[in-house]
């Protein structure tokens, strides 16, 4: 038995109330060491030098990666004060475990791990319309133009490709129109990027966080939209961009006005007077001159002077200062065998994140969204006149207009402190609100249930992507991260979490999967029928294509000529089966099968009697299944499968299943 592998904590995701007197319990051990694991318990005030405990419950191994194992139990006691320890066993001898340690016989009561007191408020709450939802997600100024009197100048065509500042015209009436479309579909809560004025198309540069952004609509308009997708059973969430604003914002422009003055110059972190932004030379100039010290083959600051220099149309004496500052520094770096002159503007910018004297030439003296992003000053949420402006605009939009929640962008580079401060604020305002944080990592140290709900699960999204849509990763690897969220996220926490196989940041899934349909579609068999809340990206249910921003955002194929009809007909299949089945939303998983050679992944999804099969074959052969049921702890007389409605019979306690290539079952328990 190696101890050094064993571990659990009274705390956390190893110990957490289930209930107003029930306790989950974890505890990870080396893969394959213990073939039995007990956790024995009883009150933390009972006598226990005289009396042995009296309640125990064998654990569970239900997961496992490539290094641990993990147990599971649920535990009960209704004085809610736990004292508990676990007796271990690999087969060839048992131990007891506690706080204090490992003990070969009886053990020091004392050392007993405890959980001292389930109390109201440590109870990981999150709203049950979310676990039974089907999210999808609007990136409203490309998902349809529905009041022309609003759109913008310059409009790209709505077909053609965009750019990074490319105009389509989507707007909040655009999205009203397509409502009965997501209702049909299946659709039960739409997260909206943000709606609020901006200078951008992506409106992640917040000018007013009180006013709806002009070109999508006003106040007026996106209280309809709330109101009739209401009335249609669908949820509306926002996003929150509270990590950083745009510079138009009023508090930054106070600054730029009024320097050290300004009443605003602790919103924001700022190294020093005055405030530089990037110059306001347009990239064309400073591509020249890179262009120009190329072609030329410049060597010197002199050089430079003479044959390019008084060339250059430039105005403003800062806008000279920078460029004579950045040219002095590209020059000494071609002269030193470097390749800075190579660049163009935008890898130029880039490079500043690795060379701090770069940095300081060409980026911001103030934090920022990314490396230098000039348009979005990083707002200090320590200050407490930042939480409280911030906190008003989160219980305005839900108090007033009536949305449901927020996504949280950026959410891993706010404090903790604000964030909890965040839930209080919109649970007051609406207990059943849901609070989703933009977490890309692990995000454990946000779901302890006093900060978010669940967070955009990108852990899940990249084992789908690397092994349906890549197929660069096996399924052992595939269950080990997959593993690693089940074990790491408290229950509540994956099952209010959003399952996304793309999204206005990523590839779109379809072009992920290389343009390979079979792959999304198992990927998005997978997200309906595993641990989590499945979110739509727009157009991925008609078979959108996209790279990197901005191409992922692309205006909505509306031209049913060219939508992929038998795509959307399995996307409203496996929705529909998701609705039918409430295991499938929050009941247990169980792995029960997965193999390396012919890339099956198998699993049980269980609520009371309904209970399922789904199983996925991600080789192009045929294979074939035996599954017994007792095994799987299932009585049945049949099987249906639900997407092609075939029936299964059971004999001998047992069901067989050829499963084609690249293909799911769902399978359905009869009695």
């Known amino acids: 038995m190696l101890k050094e592998s064993i571990c659990h904590y009274p705390y956390g995701s190893y110990a957490y109330p289930t209930g107003e007197d029930k306790l989950f319990i974890q505890l990870r051990a080396k893969k394959g060491d213990l073939d039995k694991v007990n956790v024995i318990y009883d009150g933390r005030f009972r ?8 309640y ?33 066993d690999d087969g ?29 408020k440590d109870y990981f709450d999150t709203p049950d319309w979310v676990k039974n939802a089907v999210f999808y997600q609007i990136f409203p100024e490309r998902f349809c133009n529905g009041d022309s009197n609003l759109n913008p100048n310059n409009l790209t065509e709505w077909n053609q490709n965009p750019e990074s500042n490319s105009l389509y015209g989507g707007d909040l009436r655009g999205i009203i129109n397509k409502l009965d479309y997501l ?28 006013k709806v952004d002009p070109n999508f609509g006003d106040l007026e308009t996106c209280r309809e939209l709330v109101d009739k997708a209401h009335e249609l059973g669908i949820k509306i969430i926002f996003d929150g961009v509270f990590n950083h604003t745009s510079d138009k914002f009023f508090a930054f422009q106070d600054i730029l006005e009024k320097g050290k003055e300004s009443e605003y110059k602790n919103w924001y972190y700022l190294d020093d007077f005055p405030v530089k932004e990037k110059p306001k030379i347009e990239y064309k100039v400073v591509e020249r001159v890179l262009k120009d010290i190329d072609r030329l083959d410049i060597s010197s600051h002199e050089e430079f002077m003479s044959q390019i220099f008084n060339e250059l149309e430039i105005d403003q004496d800062e806008d000279k200062k920078y460029i004579l500052k950045l040219s002095e520094y590209i020059i000494q770096d071609k002269v030193q065998g470097g390749n800075l002159f190579k660049l163009d503007f935008w890898k130029l910018w880039k490079k500043g994140a690795e060379d701090q004297n770069l940095a300081e030439i060409i980026y911001p003296n103030y934090e920022t969204f990314g490396n230098g992003v000039w348009r979005m000053p990083k707002l200090k949420t320590a200050n407490p006149e930042v939480r409280n402006y911030i906190l008003d605009i989160a219980r305005y939009w839900i108090e007033e207009v009536g949305i449901d929640g927020w996504r949280l962008d950026v959410a891993d580079e706010i404090d903790h402190y604000f964030w909890r401060e965040f839930r209080n604020v919109v649970k007051q305002a609406n207990p059943e609100a849901y609070i989703v944080g933009e977490v890309w990592s692990d995000a454990s140290s946000w779901l302890d249930g006093d900060q978010f709900d669940g967070v955009m699960n990108y852990l899940f999204s990249t084992a789908v992507w690397d092994f349906f849509c890549r197929k660069n990763i096996s399924v052992n690897t595939f269950e080990d991260r997959l593993s690693k969220v089940r074990t790491k996220y408290k229950i509540p926490a994956q099952e209010a979490s959003l399952n996304l196989l793309g999204s206005h940041d990523t590839e779109r899934v379809l072009t992920i999967a290389s343009g390979y349909k079979t792959r999304q579609k ?38 049913e000529n060219k939508q992929d009809k038998q795509l959307l007909k ?33 699993f049980t999804r269980k609520k009371g009697n309904n209970q399922l099969l789904v199983i996925f074959n991600n080789n192009n052969l045929m294979a ?23 029936e299964y019979k059971v004999k001998n306690d047992k069901i067989n299943i050829n499963i084609k290539g690249y293909s799911v079952n769902i399978l359905k328990a009869r009695l």
């Not at 006598?47 to 009296?54: A, G």
């Not at 569970?60 to 194992?69: P, V």
């Not at 659709?187 to 000018?207: C, G, Q, R, V, W």
């Open 183 to 210: 209702a049909k579909l299946g659709i039960d809560a739409i997260y909206l990027t943000p709606i609020f004025e901006s200078s951008s198309n992506h409106k992640y540069d917040i000018i007013d966080y009180m």
């Open 522 to 559: 198992l990927a998005a068999a997978f997200q309906m029928t595993y641990l989590g809340v499945p979110m739509i990206y727009y157009g991925d249910e008609v078979g959108m294509a996209g790279g990197s921003d901005p191409d992922c955002r692309r205006g909505m194929l509306w031209d």
């Open 624 to 646: 074939e299944l035996e599954f017994d049921l007792n095994k799987l702890n299932i009585k049945a007389d049949s099987f249906e499968e639900l997407i092609s409605e075939e």
């Open 92 to 120: 060839e001898e048992q131990l007891y475990y506690c706080d204090y340690g490992f003990y070969k016989d009886l053990i020091d009561h004392n050392g007993c791990f405890q959980y001292t007191y389930i109390c109201e």
């Open 47 to 54: 006598d226990w030098d005289n009396n042995q405990p009296r």
């Open 570 to 602: 399995w996307y409203k299949k496996l929705i529909s089966i998701r609705k039918d089945n409430p295991a499938l939303r929050t009941g247990d998983f169980e792995l029960v099968d997965k193999d390396v050679m012919e890339k099956i992944y198998a």
């Open 56 to 88: 125990f419950a064998e654990m569970k191994k239900y997961s496992s990666d490539h290094l641990f194992d993990y147990f599971k139990a649920e535990i009960k006691y209704s004085k809610k004060k736990f004292k508990y320890y676990f007796l271990l």
